[in-house]
């Protein structure tokens, strides 16, 4: 639903981002990865049409981003902020109102949100007089009210306790069966590896990897397993099928961490054990988000 | 477009509603009313009993009986000594003992003034002016002129200013003085009006700055539209401020008018002042009393209220549009309101500068030079004209500052806008003028 096309987004002396191009499918969530300074909050600026590009362009729904889009967009900054002396529920219904809606499907909708989220006495509280955690979930709201096919989160979970953590997570994922399009843009991998489909990491200004989350993994498995079993066994008897990288053990149970030979596979090496010893588990070991988040851009420090 | 209303509701009815906003309106109507009551009061009662009783020792012939009570001085000539009548001072009713001591009239000299407290200027004046005039008459007499000649001496001059108007060649009747007074007011509410109303405006883009609602906005409106809502939704919260002022001190000064200065109180007190004292003296009461309240009225129907208030409004909206956007532009480059002081100085200046010249030089010279070039110059042209008005501006001069004074805000408000849509998500960083200028130039 939402192509970036070659962006190139210069300022006073540095290039913001440097021919960057992302496809974002219908339906899916989207994560937008990279560390501080990258560059990711100048895209969002380009998708939300805060800026507008030097080069490139975006195609939303097959058309070229425009004013008529702003309706259909959702977004929560990072840096969170609504009007301290203004009532929550005046406000709510005064940013859906900038964003099209008319003020009875607004007040209705606001209504029904307040309630789902526990926060239905509150529209005539004001915001200074709310606890962090309470405006992020206000500007939630906000940000989701007019039912946009596209919500760009920007470190959504940030400033959430762990219960309301949960609650926001939930309600990403129902507006997500009900078809909204997610761009969620984080250095939290964990949340990453939970909800996205697939990301985009970006780095010194460059799109340095994306694709769907599964795949990248996949890419990263280096055919490495951790094995764990009683009994003796001679290890180095078998390194035609895969080489030992690490041995301890630990109250009469071996833990193995193993390579395996090229073309040869997990079954091989249980093949091999199996007739001589008691085995306990066998696990792939495969790279996390996090793990594969450093690697890259760590390694595009060391270049 | 539909936007911008929903922004300017919002800034006009949060403001409105404020407490401190209906306080200050209703309120300063209330105080200047009662300032004007006041006066009223003053002028009405100082007639009347505001006057310092003496007791004269006098140990000259030639001023014995010869001190007559004013209205504001009452002379009483005691039969004591001075040693006498200073210990009775404090039980008697009178403020102060003058004591006259024998001199020739050519050297008067040893005159003393015992007060039970210390004689202010006004009383010593008022005294040395009694005696001095005693004193010519009683020289004037030796020299050889009757009493009655001397009467007649005495002239009172009023001038009425009239304006000849250059279109129409028509006579008006004006007051130099009303004209000033109004002059002054219409320029102190000026520079008040563009200055508590710009800074407004820059308080409140630093508010949506620093409170991070600012990137939520302009995912939904343009950032010209955010500026010029808020621009807007001020200038009618100062245009409503303007009006209830104006309707408000209205009828309350008519109320406090009509409570306190009525005719009939006038017309006794000067009454009361001519029986009382000299024909002169007299007089003089009369027309003090009367002076003010006539000159005012008469001028204002020669001044054209609607006119000088249309010409107000349109003039505080082009100075205020002309002001806010630049106070905009400062409110989007800054991250807290204590950083705004390296910017304010450059746009306060010309603002301070046509205020303090407009209320010197042109209320002194309203035809001359700095007074034209000040009243076209856009910075300085809102409070410059204003203060013009009322001594009469030709049409054609007029026509131009506003002519100019619109071209320099769509002016201010483009070039506003530009350093405005970056300002607004630059955080962090001390901004300089260089940068301001950086961003100006940006395409997008």
Same mark, same amino acid.
């Given at each position: 639903?939402?192509?970036?096309?070659?962006?190139?987004?210069?300022?006073?002396?540095?290039?913001?981002?440097?021919?960057?191009?992302?496809?974002?499918?219908?339906?899916?969530?989207?994560?937008?990865?990279?560390?501080?300074?990258?560059?990711?909050?100048?895209?969002?600026?380009?998708?939300?049409?805060?800026?507008?590009?030097?080069?490139?362009?975006?195609? /939303?729904?097959?058309?070229?981003?425009?004013?008529?889009?702003?309706?259909?967009?959702?977004?929560?900054?990072?840096?969170?902020?609504?009007?301290?002396?203004?009532?929550?529920?005046?406000? =709510?219904?005064?940013?859906?109102?900038?964003?099209?809606?008319?003020?009875?499907?607004?007040?209705?909708?606001?209504?029904?949100?307040?309630?789902?989220?526990?926060?239905?006495?509150?529209?005539?509280?004001?915001?200074?007089?709310?606890?962090?955690?309470?405006?992020?979930?206000?500007?939630?709201?906000?940000?989701?009210?007019?039912?946009?096919?596209?919500?760009?989160?920007?470190?959504?979970?940030?400033?959430? +306790?762990?219960?309301?953590?949960?609650?926001?997570?939930?309600?990403?994922?129902?507006?997500?069966?009900?078809?909204?399009?997610?761009?969620?843009?984080?250095?939290?991998?964990?949340?990453?590896?939970?909800?996205?489909?697939?990301?985009?990491?970006?780095?010194?200004?460059?799109?340095?990897? +994306?694709?769907? =989350?599964?795949?990248?993994?996949?890419?990263?498995?280096?055919?490495?397993?951790?094995?764990?079993?009683?009994?003796? /066994?001679?290890?180095?008897?078998?390194?035609?099928?895969?080489?030992?990288?690490?041995?301890?053990?630990?109250?009469?149970?071996?833990? =193995?961490?193993?390579?395996?030979?090229?073309?040869?596979?997990?079954?091989?090496?249980?093949?091999?054990?199996?007739?001589?010893?008691?085995?306990?588990?066998?696990?792939?070991?495969?790279?996390?988000?996090?793990?594969?988040?450093?690697?890259? =851009?760590?390694?595009?420090?060391?270049? | 477009?539909?936007?911008?209303?929903?922004?300017?509701?919002?800034?006009?009815?949060?403001?409105?509603?404020?407490?401190?906003?209906?306080?200050?309106?209703?309120?300063?109507?209330?105080?200047?009313?009662?300032?004007?009551?006041?006066?009223?009061?003053?002028?009405?009662?100082?007639?009347?009993?505001?006057?310092?009783?003496i007791g004269v020792v006098s140990?000259?012939?030639?001023l014995t009986t010869?001190l007559?009570?004013?209205?504001?001085?009452?002379y009483k000539y005691l039969?004591?000594?001075?040693?006498?009548a200073?210990?009775?001072?404090?039980?008697?009713?009178y403020?102060y003992i003058l004591y006259l001591?024998?001199?020739?009239?050519?050297?008067?000299?040893?005159?003393?003034?015992?007060?039970?407290?210390?004689?202010?200027?006004?009383?010593?004046?008022?005294?040395?002016?009694?005696?001095?005039?005693?004193?010519?008459?009683?020289?004037?007499?030796?020299?050889?002129?009757?009493?009655?000649?001397?009467?007649?001496?005495?002239?009172?001059?009023?001038?009425?200013?009239?304006?000849?108007?250059?279109?129409?060649?028509?006579?008006?009747?004006?007051?130099?003085?009303?004209?000033?007074?109004?002059?002054?007011?219409?320029?102190?509410?000026? %520079?008040? %009006?563009?200055?508590?109303?710009?800074?407004?405006?820059?308080?409140?883009?630093?508010?949506?700055?620093?409170?991070?609602?600012?990137?939520?906005?302009?995912?939904?409106?343009?950032?010209?539209?955010?500026?010029?809502?808020?621009?807007?939704?001020?200038?009618?919260?100062?245009?409503?401020?303007?009006?209830?002022?104006?309707?408000?001190?209205?009828?309350?000064?008519?109320?406090?008018?009509?409570?306190?200065?009525?005719?009939?109180?006038?017309?006794?007190?000067?009454?009361?002042?001519?029986?009382?004292?000299?024909?002169?003296?007299?007089?003089?009461?009369?027309?003090?009393?009367?002076?003010?309240?006539?000159?005012?009225?008469?001028?204002?129907?020669?001044?054209?209220?609607?006119?000088?208030?249309?010409?107000?409004?349109?003039?505080?909206?082009?100075?205020?549009?002309?002001?806010?956007?630049?106070?905009?532009?400062?409110?989007?480059?800054?991250?807290?309101?204590?950083?705004?002081?390296?910017?304010?100085?450059?746009?306060?200046?010309?603002?301070?500068?046509?205020?303090?010249?407009?209320?010197?030089?042109?209320?002194?010279?309203?035809?001359?030079?700095?007074?034209?070039?000040?009243?076209?110059?856009?910075?300085?042209?809102?409070?410059?004209?204003?203060?013009?008005?009322?001594?009469?501006?030709?049409?054609?001069?007029?026509?131009?500052?506003?002519?100019?004074?619109?071209?320099?805000?769509?002016?201010?408000?483009?070039?506003?806008?530009?350093?405005?849509?970056?300002?607004?998500?630059?955080?962090?960083?001390?901004?300089?003028?260089?940068?301001?200028?950086?961003? %100006?130039?940006?395409?997008?």
């Amino acid at each position: 639903m939402l192509s970036v096309k070659n962006i190139i987004k210069e300022y006073a002396k540095h290039r913001a981002l440097d021919d960057v191009s992302i496809e974002i499918e219908r339906g899916k969530i989207f994560g937008l990865l990279g560390p501080n300074g990258a560059g990711k909050t100048s895209l969002i600026r380009i998708i939300t049409q805060i800026t507008a590009p030097d080069s490139g362009e975006v195609i /939303f729904n097959g058309q070229r981003l425009n004013s008529d889009h702003i309706s259909q967009i959702g977004y929560l900054p990072e840096e969170r902020g609504l009007y301290k002396k203004m009532e929550i529920g005046e406000q =709510v219904l005064y940013l859906s109102k900038l964003k099209g809606l008319n003020t009875a499907d607004a007040t209705k909708r606001i209504k029904f949100w307040f309630e789902k989220l526990e926060m239905a006495d509150w529209w005539n509280k004001k915001v200074e007089d709310l606890s962090k955690g309470m405006q992020q979930k206000v500007q939630f709201v906000a940000t989701v009210l007019h039912q946009p096919e596209l919500i760009i989160l920007d470190e959504p979970f940030s400033g959430f +306790d762990p219960v309301n953590a949960d609650i926001i997570k939930n309600e990403i994922l129902d507006l997500n069966k009900q078809g909204a399009t997610f761009i969620f843009s984080t250095h939290r991998m964990e949340s990453v590896e939970e909800l996205c489909d697939s990301i985009a990491l970006i780095n010194k200004s460059k799109k340095i990897l +994306d694709g769907s =989350v599964d795949e990248i993994k996949a890419s990263y498995r280096n055919n490495t397993y951790w094995i764990a079993y009683e009994g003796d /066994f001679d290890l180095n008897a078998k390194a035609d099928i895969f080489s030992v990288l690490q041995h301890e053990v630990a109250k009469g149970v071996n833990q =193995v961490k193993i390579t395996l030979q090229p073309g040869k596979s997990a079954n091989n090496v249980l093949e091999a054990l199996l007739p001589y010893v008691n085995i306990h588990r066998l696990d792939e070991v495969i790279p996390t988000m996090n793990d594969i988040f450093i690697d890259k =851009v760590k390694g595009k420090h060391h270049e | 477009m539909n936007k911008i209303l929903l922004i300017i509701k919002r800034e006009y009815f949060s403001r409105v509603k404020k407490k401190s906003f209906i306080v200050m309106t209703f309120l300063t109507p209330l105080l200047i009313a009662g300032i004007y009551g006041l006066i009223g009061y003053f002028t009405y009662t100082g007639i009347k009993d505001t006057h310092d009783k003496i007791g004269v020792v006098s140990a000259n012939k030639t001023l014995t009986t010869k001190l007559t009570s004013s209205k504001n001085v009452d002379y009483k000539y005691l039969n004591q000594s001075l040693d006498d009548a200073k210990l009775a001072l404090a039980k008697e009713d009178y403020d102060y003992i003058l004591y006259l001591p024998e001199f020739t009239l050519n050297e008067p000299k040893g005159i003393e003034l015992f007060g039970k407290k210390q004689a202010g200027l006004s009383i010593n004046r008022r005294i040395s002016d009694d005696l001095e005039e005693i004193i010519r008459n009683q020289k004037l007499q030796e020299s050889g002129i009757s009493q009655g000649d001397l009467d007649k001496l005495k002239t009172n001059v009023d001038i009425e200013t009239k304006k000849i108007t250059a279109d129409t060649g028509k006579e008006e009747s004006s007051s130099a003085g009303a004209s000033t007074i109004i002059a002054f007011i219409a320029g102190v509410l000026m %520079f008040m %009006f563009i200055m508590l109303y710009g800074i407004q405006v820059m308080r409140g883009v630093i508010e949506e700055k620093t409170s991070r609602i600012i990137e939520v906005m302009i995912s939904s409106v343009k950032p010209f539209q955010l500026m010029m809502g808020k621009i807007i939704g001020i200038a009618l919260v100062g245009l409503t401020q303007f009006v209830l002022w104006i309707v408000l001190t209205f009828t309350i000064s008519t109320v406090v008018a009509t409570v306190f200065i009525d005719k009939e109180d006038v017309k006794k007190v000067a009454n009361t002042a001519t029986a009382k004292n000299e024909l002169a003296t007299g007089t003089d009461a009369v027309s003090t009393a009367q002076g003010p309240l006539a000159d005012i009225q008469k001028s204002l129907a020669g001044l054209e209220v609607g006119k000088i208030v249309t010409v107000f409004i349109f003039f505080f909206l082009g100075g205020y549009l002309f002001y806010s956007a630049l106070y905009a532009a400062i409110g989007s480059a800054v991250d807290s309101e204590t950083e705004t002081q390296q910017f304010m100085m450059p746009v306060m200046m010309p603002l301070l500068l046509g205020y303090a010249l407009s209320l010197s030089v042109v209320t002194n010279d309203p035809y001359g030079d700095i007074a034209f070039w000040i009243s076209m110059i856009p910075f300085t042209s809102p409070i410059a004209m204003v203060v013009r008005l009322p001594y009469g501006v030709p049409a054609w001069e007029l026509a131009l500052s506003m002519a100019i004074l619109v071209a320099g805000f769509v002016l201010t408000v483009w070039v506003a806008s530009r350093i405005y849509r970056v300002g607004i998500l630059m955080y962090g960083k001390k901004t300089t003028f260089k940068e301001m200028f950086k961003w %100006f130039t940006y395409k997008n």
